[in-house]
């Protein structure tokens, strides 16, 4: 079933420069990377399906309500946008009110919500740092208390702006674990991603967009096979796909165990 | 001679209780590039803003020992003098931006103005810094009026712009796309090869093991190694202090593939392709 459907969206913030150049698209509940170059329109993409820009021309439809139409305080309870800069997000004086926002804005109440926000935090690894003031905080933190703010209200459908910004080994695998709760509930999970590897390892399928298009959507193997096509949209193939690829293997491997296996000779599927 | 001399470095900020930076002695020599590395809060952007004087004059607090950045001792100097040698790009870029240029080249001119470089060269520095990030279509756009990635490009090429003798990057091209990210790193190898010395914290280790001759690792505010990126991504306790190896790395270790009489297992593409060849 669909839950976001685009039909032809372009969009521009000044008269002459299109950004968005006719963007087509329809998300069912299979989690998805978009990826692409600096300036592409990623971001602004986003905050269109969010509500928070209007198209200059075509249709969204969010869960089958007319983005169009609706402001973005009446889509929150739908769709949740965890924001590229965290600055931009964070604006409570403890992370505890921060996170409890959200779930208490589309009607929780305050029990509920502590309760949300606390399980939230919990999953981002930040219980500790209920207390503190979120402008304190390193970037790495900031950017978990904005998933966790996110999470808190769970949405229907999820999207990350360039979550990964910032994070270490545990901050990252966080993330992969919100992602991966989020898809265990039948939920659309989106991720903004300049980070390859992590974009081929969690996601069913990968959008690319370039100077306001969709040059490429399908499945991870099928994209990160796709080397010309990357270079073209200032891409790279995953680390592992390239180590692979050099060994001679045709194959596109997505992660180290696939590619171990092969070097193990189990199972391979070369000829 | 040493570009950078750190001795009993300690440091505490005024709001805390334990230390960021706990008693670090090391030297970097002319044209080396050190990588940092280490878990959230080991305190990798806390040491690069020791370099440039923020730690200890911006941020005050608690501080003790000598750092000394291209013969001046960074307690002794001020943040503007330092800055005549030592420049750097913030984690968050959306820190960098003055607020008050309206244009990304004003925006890049600025540190040039404060330097006091004549016109006819600033203009020079400025289109080069420019035209190396790809950002000379946007030198009349608002600076808040950029992607994430183009604000970032625009922050680096403001401190490139500036020709430091030393060039500090804390996660640099986190908001990049990758082939924007390796040109910086291009870049800054060339910058290096010319002289300038880098200090670079990063949580990518394939670009760290590629561009780095040292790497520098941190936990709790302590110095738990400082040696090759071989050495120290060989290291089987890695992962206690937070930092996982390059992929290249993962896969050789857990094939148990090393080149011969070395004993470290390879960090880059070309040394693991080197001893996996022909599996
Ligand atoms: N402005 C500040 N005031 C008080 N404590 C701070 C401040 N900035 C950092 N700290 C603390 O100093 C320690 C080191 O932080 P630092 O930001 O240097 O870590 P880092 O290694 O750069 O982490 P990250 O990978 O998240 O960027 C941490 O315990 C952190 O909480
Ligand atoms: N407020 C704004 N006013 C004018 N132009 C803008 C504004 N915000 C973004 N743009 C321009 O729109 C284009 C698309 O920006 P967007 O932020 O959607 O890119 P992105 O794909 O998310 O890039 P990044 O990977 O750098 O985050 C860019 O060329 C950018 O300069
Ligand atoms: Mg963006
Ligand atoms: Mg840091």
């Known amino acids: 079933m669909s839950r976001v459907v685009v039909k032809d969206v372009c969009f521009s913030y000044r008269s002459g420069e299109e950004v968005l150049k006719g963007i087509t698209l329809d998300f069912d509940e299979k989690s998805t990377a978009i990826i692409?170059?600096?300036?592409?329109?990623?971001?602004?993409?986003?905050?269109?399906?969010?509500?928070?820009?209007?198209?200059?021309?075509?249709?969204?439809?969010i869960l089958g309500r007319s983005a169009n139409e609706m402001t973005?305080?009446?889509?929150?309870?739908?769709?949740?946008?965890?924001?590229?800069?965290?600055?931009?997000q964070i604006f409570r004086s403890t992370v505890l009110e921060e996170v409890m926002f959200g779930p208490l804005n589309i009607g929780e109440d305050p029990k509920g919500a502590r309760k949300k926000a606390e399980e939230a935090l919990e999953m981002v690894g930040l219980t500790e740092k209920a207390s503190e003031n979120p402008h304190d905080l390193r970037l790495s933190e900031k950017k978990l208390v904005c998933v966790a703010s996110i999470v808190a209200m769970e949405p229907e459908i999820l999207i990350l702006d360039e979550p990964t910004i910032a994070q270490d080994h545990a901050g990252m695998a966080a993330i992969r674990q919100v992602i991966r709760r989020f898809k265990e509930q039948g939920k659309l999970v989106m991720g903004i991603l300049h980070d390859m590897d992590f974009a081929a390892e969690n996601?069913?399928?990968?959008?690319?967009?370039?100077?306001?298009?969709?040059v490429a959507d399908d499945d991870p193997r099928e994209v990160f096979s796709r080397e010309s096509l990357l270079q073209r949209a200032g891409l790279e193939v995953p680390h592992i796909t390239r180590l692979g690829w050099s060994l001679g293997r045709k194959e596109t491997f997505l992660t180290e165990a696939e590619l171990i296996q092969s070097l193990r000779g189990e199972g391979s599927t070369d000829r | 001679m040493s570009k950078i001399r750190v001795e009993h470095l300690k440091y505490r900020y005024p709001s805390s209780e334990k230390l960021a930076l706990d008693d670090l002695s090391f030297e970097v020599d002319e044209g080396e590039m050190i990588g940092i590395i280490g878990r959230n809060g080991a305190g990798k952007s806390t040491l690069c803003q020791a370099f440039v004087g923020l730690v200890p004059h911006f941020y005050r607090g608690a501080y003790g020992g000598k750092v000394v950045v291209s013969g001046l001792e960074v307690?002794?100097?001020?943040?503007?003098?330092?800055?005549?040698?030592?420049?750097?790009?913030?984690?968050n870029p959306f820190t960098q931006v003055t607020g008050s240029k309206w244009t990304v080249y004003e925006e890049v001119a600025f540190g040039l103005e404060n330097l006091g470089v004549p016109r006819k060269e600033m203009i020079d520095r400025i289109d080069y810094a420019l035209q190396l990030l790809g950002m000379e279509k946007y030198r009349d756009r608002h600076p808040f009026d950029l992607s994430g990635g183009q604000m970032q490009r625009?922050?680096?090429?403001?401190?490139?712009?500036?020709?430091?003798?030393?060039?500090?990057?804390?996660?640099?091209t986190s908001q990049l796309d990758p082939q924007g990210s390796e040109e910086v790193f291009r870049a800054v190898h060339r910058l290096r090869e010319?002289?300038?010395?880098?200090?670079?914290?990063?949580?990518?280790?394939?670009?760290?093991?590629?561009?780095?001759?040292r790497v520098?690792?941190?936990?709790?505010?302590?110095?738990?190694?400082?040696?090759?990126?071989?050495?120290?991504f060989s290291r089987a306790d890695l992962t206690r202090y937070g930092v996982v190896p390059p992929?290249?790395?993962r896969v050789c270790r857990e094939l148990n593939a090393k080149r011969e009489g070395s004993p470290h297992f390879p960090v880059t593409l070309e040394e693991a392709c080197e001893v996996l060849k022909g599996r």
Request: hydrophobic letters at 45%.
């Open chain 1, 36 to 61: 692409g170059q600096n300036g592409a329109g990623k971001t602004t993409f986003v905050k269109l399906l969010k509500g928070l820009l209007k198209p200059t021309r075509g249709e969204i439809y």
């Open chain 2, 194 to 213: 010319e002289g300038m010395t880098v200090i670079l914290a990063e949580h990518n280790m394939e670009k760290i093991a590629r561009y780095c001759n």
């Open chain 2, 247 to 249: 992929v290249y790395t």
């Open chain 1, 203 to 214: 996601f069913e399928r990968v959008v690319v967009f370039h100077q306001g298009t969709v």
């Open chain 1, 72 to 88: 973005a305080a009446a889509l929150a309870p739908f769709i949740g946008l965890v924001f590229q800069n965290p600055n931009d």
């Open chain 2, 154 to 172: 625009m922050a680096i090429a403001s401190v490139i712009a500036l020709q430091p003798e030393i060039l500090v990057l804390d996660e640099p």
């Open chain 2, 75 to 91: 307690l002794k100097s001020s943040v503007s003098q330092l800055a005549r040698r030592v420049g750097i790009v913030f984690q």
């Open chain 2, 216 to 232: 520098m690792l941190l936990d709790g505010g302590k110095i738990i190694d400082f040696a090759s990126p071989a050495s120290v």
